[in-house]
T-cell receptor
Framework: QKEVEQNSGPLSVPEGAIASLNCTYSDRGSQSFFWYRQYSGKSPELIMSIYSNGDKEDGRFTAQLNKASQYVSLLIRDSQPSDSATYLC?????????????FGKGTKLSVIP | DADVTQTPRNRITKTGKRIMLECSQTKGHDRMYWYRQDPGLGLRLIYYSFDVKDINKGEISDGYSVSRQAQAKFSLSLESAIPNQTALYFCATADRALESYTFGSGTRLTVV
């Protein structure tokens, strides 16, 4: 079974620090990778997508992808208390019969003021 | 208006009652999904549909049924609710490449 693994946390960082969230995936054929942010009791919202090896930056967020190591990460610079949420990693599965994104169970981030 | 609208937002119901959760979308996506989310278990797929005539069971479909009334509407029913169906339920839509996945705001269901 194709899986996406994340450390459940909680990951606690002080305000202003860099938060590093990690994700590994088992499907070597996956081509697209996503990070969703989910506040408690709310729906997941897409914050980053990445398709090629390397880094992709968007404001305070940087997604990093290493397909050889089957590893994707999300860095949050200058972390703010409003970044406290659960972060879900998701990948598109390979194969013609793929019908849904494969989600990790999420890492809970807590930014301490 | 939201791209994916779920109703109701919150619902408390009694064991044995029938309940329907509704989802409508303006994304124009063919694919629609129903997930439930429980603490520590992540998102689990209940049912998914690729069009009005194509409905498929997910990993936890027992106790649930669905109806795709139109391309934009996908409803989830609990025929006889039980307490362990207490959860947060999400409807989602996606394009064929699975690269535009959008969630509804969720329904918090409590079965007492």
């Amino acid at each position: 079974q194709k899986e996406v693994e994340q450390n459940s946390g909680p990951l606690s960082v002080p305000e202003g620090a860099i938060a590093s969230l990690n994700c590994t995936y088992s499907d070597r054929g996956s081509q697209s990778f996503f990070w969703y942010r989910q506040y408690s009791g709310k729906s997941p919202e897409l914050i980053m997508s990445i398709y090629s090896n390397g880094d992709k930056e968007d404001g305070r967020f940087t997604a990093q992808l290493n397909k050889a190591s089957q590893y994707v990460s999300l860095l949050i610079r200058d972390s703010q208390p409003s970044d406290s949420a659960t972060y879900l990693c998701a990948v598109t599965p390979s194969g013609a019969g793929s019908y849904q994104l494969t989600f990790g169970k999420g890492t809970k981030l807590s930014v301490i003021p | 208006d939201a791209d994916v609208t779920q109703t109701p937002r919150n619902r408390i119901t009694k064991t044995g009652k029938r309940i329907m959760l509704e989802c409508s979308q303006t994304k124009g996506h063919d694919r629609m999904y129903w997930y439930r989310q429980d603490p520590g278990l992540g998102l689990r797929l209940i049912y998914y549909s690729f069009d009005v005539k194509d409905i498929n069971k997910g990993e936890i479909s027992d106790g649930y049924s669905v109806s795709r009334q139109a391309q934009a509407k996908f409803s989830l029913s609990l025929e006889s609710a039980i307490p362990n169906q207490t959860a947060l339920y999400f409807c989602a839509t996606a394009d064929r490449a699975l690269e535009s996945y959008t969630f509804g705001s969720g329904t918090r269901l409590t079965v007492v």
